[in-house]
């Protein structure tokens, strides 16, 4: 791979600034924060970081309110600063990724409040009269409610997401210009990738029809017209050596794909790994089916276990349903983190020994697991948006801990979601100095996971409830997903385990090893 190739198989590690690391001890994380803790990033080996928004926001939705595309956010910093980590961080092998809202914006922007005054920024957004007392059509937020808020003039307007996040209207040429200018803006700072949020629902059918089920075209996902818009961000991604990963839901393999031709997106997430059950079956499925739509198009896959919308891995593995990714699940689920954990090892083997880049959303190296917030401590508005009976995402979002004697497990000042009783266990710290520790384990697995080199996969023929793969070098992946011990096919070393072997040699049930043929 050459260097211009280098996202085809990088670890790309997932920085939520708001709880990375604290540099000014006001219990926010900022820039101070990651720029300290750059040498812990360099030597857990990953290639790059995507910074969740970390522009001026009123943080209705965790920044995904942007008020402001071109400045940094003033608790996390200045836009000074911002480059000087990019190019910190570039010192170190590191590139940076930004993570651009071209879907909606905060009602804070100049753009909406203009609007709301009367002014032509109207026809920026959608704008539009009701049925009567009713919302112009049925259309549902993705975080529950009406996709409709009412102003006080009688006109509603639509947001797809929080009343907070108002939907730009891609239809209008100034939506589209100013979105083009803020990607250049970011990539003539050095920036080497741009994840873009919320990436097929932009284009909405400008009649605004109700929505009907199974109907095609959707009004509002997957649209045509998004094709032509990421068509003309390439050529600008292109001009900079820059590169997409776009947040694209779609479970129809072959529309996902369109995203990925040569003139569009370099890549997306990974949503139907990420969403599988702990299931040899389902993965192996999910992974063949990866693969082969990513193919045709010549896009390499991506290969996500968590991000910040969805419950911790250890949890999710923990839990009797671990299929569920998207929506939260009811307060105080029973869970067996020692179960999960064992599994988020496996997977984390798994994910790293498949052709592609590898996400990893901070804390998922340290085993975090999903945290209980207390219930007035919730920010998500997807909480208050369920009347309350969803969680919401915050329990993947709580402060990092970083050294296990200091206060607030070392994250800087009093966090401003708790932190768990047992967070110092997970500290960075002390994880570093055990050599059984998750953290020990994602270091090992990122320094040796070059062995596989570029190679396609081949399955191996191995009992049921196993997985085993090999790539062109000769090294093998095998996951034991079955409810007994397996033997391990021929090997000469025994590269890296995701747990011991039974006192027979054989891999135990929710184990992974890496082996050299
Ligand atoms: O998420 C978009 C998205 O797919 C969500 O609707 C997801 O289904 C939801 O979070 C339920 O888990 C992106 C961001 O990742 C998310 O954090 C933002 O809240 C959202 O866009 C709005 O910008």
Redesign the pocket.
């Given at each position: 791979l050459t260097q211009a190739d280098w996202w085809r198989s990088a670890v790309i590690y997932q920085v939520y600034v708001r709880s990375f690391a604290d540099g000014d001890g006001d219990g926010t994380g900022d820039l101070a924060g990651v720029r300290a803790r750059l040498p812990y990033l360099a030597e857990l080996g990953v290639n790059a970081l995507w910074f969740?928004?970390w522009y001026p926001s009123p943080m209705k939705?965790?920044g995904?309110?942007v008020a402001d595309y071109r400045a940094i956010d003033p608790a996390f910093g200045t836009l000074a600063e911002a480059e000087k980590l990019i190019a910190e961080a570039r010192e170190l092998g590191i590139r940076t990724i930004v993570?651009i809202?071209p879907?909606?914006v905060s009602d804070q922007h100049p753009w909406f409040r203009a609007a709301l005054e009367g002014g032509p920024e109207r026809d920026l957004f959608h704008f539009r009269a009701g049925r009567g007392e009713l919302p112009p059509n049925d259309w549902r937020s993705?975080?529950g409610g009406p996709a409709w808020t009412r102003l006080p003039d009688g006109d509603w307007y639509l947001h797809?997401?929080?009343p907070e996040?108002p939907d730009l209207n891609w239809a209008h040429p100034a939506v589209r210009q100013e979105h083009e200018d803020i990607l250049r803006f970011w990539l003539e700072r050095g920036v080497a990738g741009v994840r873009i949020?919320?990436a097929a629902?932009l284009v909405k059918d400008p009649r605004l029809p109700d929505f009907v089920e199974g109907r095609d075209p959707h009004p509002y996902v997957d649209r045509d017209e998004l094709h032509d818009i990421y068509r003309s961000w390439r050529r600008i991604a292109d001009e900079h050596g820059g590169v997409f990963v776009g947040?694209v839901?779609l479970p129809d393999t072959e529309r996902f794909a369109r995203y990925l031709r040569p003139d569009e997106l370099h890549t997306a997430f990974n949503?139907s790994f990420l969403s599988c059950p702990w299931d040899p079956d389902r993965l192996r499925t999910s992974i063949d089916e990866t693969l082969a739509e990513h193919a045709p198009v010549g896009a390499p896959a991506t290969w996500v276990l968590c991000?910040?919308?969805?419950t911790r891995t250890v949890t999710r593995y923990g839990r009797e349903d671990t299929a569920f990714?998207?929506?939260?699940k009811a307060f105080g689920t029973p869970t067996d983190l020692e179960l999960g954990t064992r599994r988020a090892r496996a997977a984390a083997l798994l994910s790293l020994a498949l052709p592609g880049a590898v996400y990893l959303y901070q804390g998922e190296e340290l085993g975090l697991p999903e945290a209980d917030i207390p219930r007035d401590r919730i920010e998500d508005?997807?909480h208050f948006r369920s009347g309350g009976t969803d969680p919401g995402?915050d329990g993947c979002r709580v402060p990092l801990p970083w050294v296990a004697e200091a206060p607030h497990a070392g994250f800087g000042g009093e966090p401003w979601l708790p932190q768990p009783a047992d967070w110092p266990a997970y500290a960075a710290d002390r994880q570093a100095q055990d050599p059984g520790s998750m953290l020990s384990l994602y270091r090992r697995a990122i320094r040796i996971r070059p062995v596989f080199g570029d190679g396609p996969l081949t399955w191996l023929s191995v009992p049921e409830g196993v997985l085993a793969f090999t790539r062109a070098e000769g090294v093998t992946c095998v996951v034991n997903l079955a409810d007994r011990a397996t033997d391990l096919p021929a090997h000469t070393e025994l590269l890296l385990g995701s747990g011991p072997l039974d006192d027979r040699g054989r891999l135990p049930k929710d184990t992974a090893v890496w082996l050299r043929s």
């Amino acid at each position: 791979l050459t260097q211009a190739d280098w996202w085809r198989s990088a670890v790309i590690y997932q920085v939520y600034v708001r709880s990375f690391a604290d540099g000014d001890g006001d219990g926010t994380g900022d820039l101070a924060g990651v720029r300290a803790r750059l040498p812990y990033l360099a030597e857990l080996g990953v290639n790059a970081l995507w910074f969740n928004p970390w522009y001026p926001s009123p943080m209705k939705d965790g920044g995904y309110d942007v008020a402001d595309y071109r400045a940094i956010d003033p608790a996390f910093g200045t836009l000074a600063e911002a480059e000087k980590l990019i190019a910190e961080a570039r010192e170190l092998g590191i590139r940076t990724i930004v993570d651009i809202v071209p879907n909606h914006v905060s009602d804070q922007h100049p753009w909406f409040r203009a609007a709301l005054e009367g002014g032509p920024e109207r026809d920026l957004f959608h704008f539009r009269a009701g049925r009567g007392e009713l919302p112009p059509n049925d259309w549902r937020s993705q975080f529950g409610g009406p996709a409709w808020t009412r102003l006080p003039d009688g006109d509603w307007y639509l947001h797809l997401f929080a009343p907070e996040q108002p939907d730009l209207n891609w239809a209008h040429p100034a939506v589209r210009q100013e979105h083009e200018d803020i990607l250049r803006f970011w990539l003539e700072r050095g920036v080497a990738g741009v994840r873009i949020d919320s990436a097929a629902l932009l284009v909405k059918d400008p009649r605004l029809p109700d929505f009907v089920e199974g109907r095609d075209p959707h009004p509002y996902v997957d649209r045509d017209e998004l094709h032509d818009i990421y068509r003309s961000w390439r050529r600008i991604a292109d001009e900079h050596g820059g590169v997409f990963v776009g947040e694209v839901w779609l479970p129809d393999t072959e529309r996902f794909a369109r995203y990925l031709r040569p003139d569009e997106l370099h890549t997306a997430f990974n949503f139907s790994f990420l969403s599988c059950p702990w299931d040899p079956d389902r993965l192996r499925t999910s992974i063949d089916e990866t693969l082969a739509e990513h193919a045709p198009v010549g896009a390499p896959a991506t290969w996500v276990l968590c991000n910040h919308d969805v419950t911790r891995t250890v949890t999710r593995y923990g839990r009797e349903d671990t299929a569920f990714a998207f929506a939260t699940k009811a307060f105080g689920t029973p869970t067996d983190l020692e179960l999960g954990t064992r599994r988020a090892r496996a997977a984390a083997l798994l994910s790293l020994a498949l052709p592609g880049a590898v996400y990893l959303y901070q804390g998922e190296e340290l085993g975090l697991p999903e945290a209980d917030i207390p219930r007035d401590r919730i920010e998500d508005p997807m909480h208050f948006r369920s009347g309350g009976t969803d969680p919401g995402r915050d329990g993947c979002r709580v402060p990092l801990p970083w050294v296990a004697e200091a206060p607030h497990a070392g994250f800087g000042g009093e966090p401003w979601l708790p932190q768990p009783a047992d967070w110092p266990a997970y500290a960075a710290d002390r994880q570093a100095q055990d050599p059984g520790s998750m953290l020990s384990l994602y270091r090992r697995a990122i320094r040796i996971r070059p062995v596989f080199g570029d190679g396609p996969l081949t399955w191996l023929s191995v009992p049921e409830g196993v997985l085993a793969f090999t790539r062109a070098e000769g090294v093998t992946c095998v996951v034991n997903l079955a409810d007994r011990a397996t033997d391990l096919p021929a090997h000469t070393e025994l590269l890296l385990g995701s747990g011991p072997l039974d006192d027979r040699g054989r891999l135990p049930k929710d184990t992974a090893v890496w082996l050299r043929s």
